[in-house]
Structure formats: C-alpha cells, structure tokens
C-alpha cells in the first residue's frame, strides 16, 4: 500500500508541475499525448485503489486555465472533458457500461467524429446573433473571448435559416490550419518574436490576445462539436441530426461523421483516419464517438469530470519524452564506429522504445547531447527511432557531456575520422575483436555463405570457447567440440556441421561479398565477380582496372585494393579458395534462382511427384524445406495447394506455378 501511496504521489506531483508549466507559464515541458498518458495512468491506479482518491487529485480537476487579462464569464452548462482510451479494450468496456445500464433493448447508434486537436470554445446566439463567446476555462468559468471570436471568419454573427432557437450554445473547437502554423512561425522567427511549438499552442495564443487585430491576423478555423438548448428540444432526435441543422445555419463542421452500430465500424472509422491523419491540413488526436440519441444522451448524464455518453479514442504518442541513460559506441564489421543512445522504454505507434543509432560525432554534437539529458524521440518514417531533441531546461546540473572516444572502445586503436567526421573508424581490422565477431557472422549470413544455423549465438559461443579465431576454423570444427557447448546436442552440432559442409559449394559473387571489404555491398560483388569470373584475377587488380568497372570509382577501388594489399587478407583468400568449392560466375547467373535458395512447395504437380520434383531442385543446389517461415525465399505451388501458399502470400515471398517452374528448369538445363 506504501509503494501505490508513493506512486500516485508521484504522478500527481508530475502532473502537477506540467499543469504549471502549461497554463501558468504558456511553455507546455511535455506532449499533450505524454500528459494525457501519464494522467491516464493515474486514473487507472485511482480506479484499482479508489479509497486512495484525493479531492484534490487532478483527475477530480477538469483543468484550469484561467488568467487575469479577460473578463470571467460563468458557463450556463459546464463545459466538460472527455473519458479517454488508447486501446479498444477500453472502447468496448465504455460499450459495455452503456449497455449494462439497460436504457434500451434496441441497437444504440453511435456517431463518430474525428478529435480536432484544439481550444474548445462556447458560442452563445441569442435569436440568431453571436452574443457572447468564451474560452473553456476551467468548466464553471471561462474568459470573454467574444472580440476575438468574431474575427474568425467562417464563425456566422449570424445564423441563417429556419427552427433558429431563440437561444442556443454551440461547441466546437478553434485550431489554426498546420500550413498557416508554419507560415506563422517562419515570422515570428525571421522577426525574432516568440514562436509557438504546435498548431494547438498557436490558436490559444492567438485567442487570447488583448488586441484582436492580432487575433485577425491568425487565420483562425473552427469547428462545431456540441450544442446546448436552453429550452426543450423537440425539433431534433440525434446528434448528428443536429449536426447538420447546425450546417444549414452557416457554421462549420467537419465532413468526417460516421453513424456506427457495432465496434467493428467505429474501429474501422479509428483506423482509417489513424492513417490518414497527417495528410489532413489540421490536427486531429483520436475520434470521439458519441450516442447519437439525444434522450439516451440526456438519460445517461454526466460525471462532474465527463459526460457518460462518449469517449475519445486517441491515437497513441509519435513522439515521446524519455531520459538518457548511457551512450554505447558499437564497432561494426568493417570498423565503423556508431553510437547508440539507451534510454528509459518508451511507447510509440505500438512498440516499447529503449535504444536508437545517434549515427556519428556530428549528431552527437549537433543535440549537445549531455547524460540524463531528457529527450525527444519519435520514428521517424513512423518506424525508425529517433532523439529528436533535447529539453535543456531539465538538464541536471554537472551533467557530463556525451564525448566521442578517440580510441576503439574494444581493441583500444586510434580513431580516424573522415574530413566532415560522418564516418569514424578503427583500422584494426580483424585484431579488433569486435570487427571479427562482426565478420563471421557477416560470412556465414544469408547472402553470404547462407550457412543458415551458424548466427551470431553459437559464433558468440564458439568464440567464448575458443574453438574459432578465425574464418578457416570454422571448417574444421568437430562434432565433439560443437557439444561441448551450451545447448547443443549431438542431433544439432551434427546438423551444424552438414549446414557448413553445404555452405561450401558457394558463388564467386557471394564469397566477395562475404568477405567484408569496405563499402563492397551486393551490388558491387556481383559486377566484380563479372568482370573477374576468378578471384585470383582480382586479388591482382590494380586500382585503374577496377575504376574500369562501371560503378567503380576511386573509394571503392581504394577499398578493394588496401584489402588485398594486406598479406593476411591475401592468405585467407588462398585458403579459402583450397576449402571452398566457388562456382564462377558465367556459370552461377543461371541458376541463382535455385541455387542455395530455401526454397518451399505446395500443392500437386502434374509433371512431376513431389520426391522428383525435390531432387530435381536438390541437384540444382536449392535447400527445400516443409515449412514456410521468414527465411524462405521461393515457393513452387501445383494445383490443390494448402496452407502454405496463405503463409508466404502473408510474408510476400516470391512464388512461381508450375508453368514458371518448367520455363526456369528448362533454362537452366538447356
Ligand atoms: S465532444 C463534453 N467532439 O476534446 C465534451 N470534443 O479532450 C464533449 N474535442 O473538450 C466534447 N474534437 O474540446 C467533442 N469531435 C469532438 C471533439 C471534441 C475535439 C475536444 C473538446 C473537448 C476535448 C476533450
């Protein structure tokens, strides 16, 4: 019980203090989607612990924002938050709630709509005429906004139209377009004036400016969400109904609007604006879905925080504040030294965060990266991680700065770093214990030997051990030596030791690539192996000859010829050559496509049964396999195929039928 007091304690304290920062100081420290994260997580602790409610817990509070520059007004009705979820767990339990409550035996309407990412405001007409406008406040009391508003064009002073009430509130949310955000801040930074760090924070300054000439200047929007009768309503039945009455007077609403019946729809209509959000020219945070039925709405009430009748559904953070914790700088194959930040998890678009590449010295320098720094991070292209930026007001004091080393962390030789310092080295190659490790997993992988069962765990093992120290070894290795180690038994290290007898019928093209030389990637391996057809021939090139290569220029070729200038290199390369069985590659181009290639199939043949067709393919070097996994490369389906074909359609495997086997075997054969 001490351990939740001090962690609600804790959250409330953060809360607290983003509270100030944000509504007292107008300087938000973190995201709105990081604030209501945290808010959410002391919601759900008070919910399992409710005896340890405060009254003066910030989920009792609906915020407050008010200062002393307008007039207060009181609210006729409150303008009241919103539940939120993340997931649609908590979508369905809000259904749930609403059906156990047995208001009504028939199918409840839902009606959809996307959350604008905005200040909420209330409208008031009086037959017709904007008489008043105010900010929310803190729900009870809000600030006279009324001068400002009126400067929003599409806002009507006046309602058109017919069934006007003769007093009527309208809800909506005010939000500055994203395009006219960046307008705005590109001024304000060429005129040195305070800039705005969302689209958000931009339309609530621009509200509550004093002057509202300023505010005209804004380019304001809005949108209406909500509305309130002051007398009984018996002109409309739904919202959305009255949505569109509320169109028909001349104020704006979003198109987005979706009636819903089950959960499948309303996740339907989530999903298809969680893509869709950034290509829209405002920002949303989620949807919010609503009864659609008025009386049910009505019946249904409110909580002094939110009304009972919706909930947001929000989209999960991209961007998420977390704190350093350590830099390691990791030394890769061919020696590239890359740092790499850790930090305290993080979740962003569904997946828990803890690392990402600070990709070299200039980067580094570039953050003015410090330990325990607090960052920003995001994916960038929604997938690869990203420190953003860096929160120098939360830098603690004597904090260290980040420094690149000057010797290899693993071997201890000097660094060298290229003129604009992208690319930082260690030059010793495979002295360096770390670029050795690097380069027997890079030979024995896919594209490389493709010795598929020799991976990083059982090199890490047989380093350990010592039975490997270098690229030959690994070909003499016995099965006793294999079962010394940690789980492997003999069925396995038998199996290890067929997986590298296989691996050494390989292609020229392959063995060039597999030997890690700088900057020699696929693409390169397969014209040097081209042009050389021998790797005799190319451990003799000289640099002109390779820049006679088209795509060859001066740093490849530099690359390439330092690599077998060195006599090491050159030994490994003849032993390697005595050990290996290299199909040069006039021969090899052809049947790429079979050989060495894990290859799977399904379905009945009408040329052949299937134990032929295997040994027609095992003949031709392919490593067939039953099952479909990550690592299958092609799969051959005849009539009548299964699962498998569902499996590697899934995974985006290449497949061929078996009119497109014939014509391949037929020219690989011919
Ligand atoms: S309905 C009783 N609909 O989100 C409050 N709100 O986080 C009913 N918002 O204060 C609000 N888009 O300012 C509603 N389509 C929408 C909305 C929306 C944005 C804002 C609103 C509310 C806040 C809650």
């Known amino acids: 019980m001490k351990k939740i007091k001090y962690q609600l304690n804790k959250l409330r304290e953060k809360i607290l203090k983003y509270d100030y920062y944000y509504h007292t100081l107008d300087k938000p420290i973190v995201s709105d989607s990081e604030y209501d994260y945290v808010l959410k997580q002391l919601y759900d602790l008070e919910v399992k612990h409710k005896e340890l409610i405060t009254p003066d817990s910030p989920t009792q509070k609906i915020g407050s924002n008010l200062i002393d520059k307008f007039k207060k007004v009181t609210h006729f009705f409150p303008m009241l938050s919103l539940e939120n979820t993340f997931d649609l767990h908590g979508y369905l339990k809000f259904e749930n709630r609403i059906k156990k409550k047995n208001i009504s035996s028939s199918v409840i309407d839902f009606c959809c709509e996307l959350k604008i990412d905005g200040v909420a405001v209330s409208l008031i ?3 017709g005429t904007l008489i008043r406008a105010a900010t929310r406040g803190d729900g009870y009391f809000g600030e006279n906004i009324t001068e400002n508003i009126k400067t929003i064009k599409s806002i009507p002073l006046k309602l058109k139209g017919i069934n006007i009430p003769k007093r009527l509130e309208i809800k909506g949310e005010v939000f500055m377009l994203k395009s006219d955000f960046l307008k705005l801040n590109t001024q304000s930074f060429l005129n040195k004036k305070k800039y705005f760090s969302n689209p958000r924070n931009a339309a609530a300054g621009s509200l509550r400016q004093i ?25 409309f039945k739904t919202h959305y109904e009255m949505l569109c009455q509320c ?13 819903c019946s089950n959960y499948l729809e309303v996740l339907n209509f989530y999903k298809k604006f969680e893509k869709n959000r950034l290509l829209f020219d405002f920002d949303i945070d989620g949807i919010v879905i609503k009864i659609n039925s008025l009386y049910l709405q009505k019946k249904l009430g409110a909580n002094n925080k939110a009304p009972r009748w919706a909930i947001a559904f929000k989209y999960l953070p991209k961007k998420q504040i977390s704190q350093l914790k350590d830099v390691k700088f990791e030394v890769g194959r061919t020696g590239v030294i890359t740092p790499v930040a850790y930090f305290s998890p993080v979740y962003i678009s569904g997946v828990f965060i ?3 590449s600070l990709y070299n010295k200039n980067e580094i320098n570039k953050l003015d990266l410090h330990f325990n720094d607090y960052i920003l991070i995001e994916r960038s292209g929604d997938v690869i991680p990203k420190i953003t930026n860096i929160i120098k007001t939360k830098r603690l004091k004597n904090a260290k700065k980040v420094l690149f080393p000057i010797n290899c962390p693993m071997c201890n030789s000097e660094l060298l770093s290229n003129q604009d310092n992208k690319i930082t080295r260690c030059l010793a190659g495979l002295i360096c214990n770390a670029q050795k490790k690097k380069l027997f997993y890079h030979f024995f992988s896919k594209n ?13 093992k047989l380093m350990q051990k010592k039975i490997v120290s270098n690229l030959i070894d690994f070909f003499y290795i016995k099965e006793n030596q294999l079962q010394s180690l940690e789980n492997i038994g003999k069925k396995k290290s038998r199996k290890i030791i067929q997986i590298i007898f296989t691996s050494k019928k390989t292609t020229l093209n392959r063995l060039i690539y597999a030997l890690g030389i700088f900057s020699v990637g696929e693409v390169i391996a397969d014209k040097l192996s081209h042009y050389f057809n021998d790797i005799n021939h190319l451990m003799n090139a000289s640099k002109e000859e390779l820049e006679l290569i088209d795509g060859i220029g001066h740093v490849v070729s530099s690359n390439i010829f330092d690599y077998f200038s060195i006599s090491k290199n050159r030994k490994l390369v003849n032993q390697l050559t005595k050990i290996l069985h290299i199909i040069p590659y006039n021969q090899n181009t052809q049947i790429n496509s079979i050989f060495n290639k894990n290859i799977v199939i399904t379905g009945i043949f009408k040329k052949y049964s299937r134990n032929e067709l295997k040994e027609i393919l095992v003949n031709l070097g392919a490593c067939i396999s039953n099952r479909v996994t990550k690592n299958t490369e092609l799969l051959i389906f005849g009539e009548r195929f299964g699962n498998k074909f569902i499996q590697a359609d899934k995974l985006k495997i290449k497949m061929i039928n078996e009119k497109e086997l014939n014509s391949l075997l037929k020219s690989l054969i011919s």
Not at 215 to 234: D, I, P, Q, S, V
Not at 451 to 457: F, I, L, R, T, W
């Open 125 to 127: 007409y009086e037959k």
């Open 354 to 356: 803890r690392k990402a």
């Open 211 to 235: 002057n509202s000439k300023i505010t005209a200047e804004r380019k304001l929007m809005f949108f209406c969400h909500g509305f309130n009768f002051f007398k009984k309503n018996k002109h």
């Open 448 to 460: 490389a030997l493709n010795a598929n069962g020799v991976g990083p765990k059982v090199i890490n």
């Open 247 to 259: 169109k028909s007077w001349g104020i704006p609403v979003n198109k987005e609007i979706l009636i």
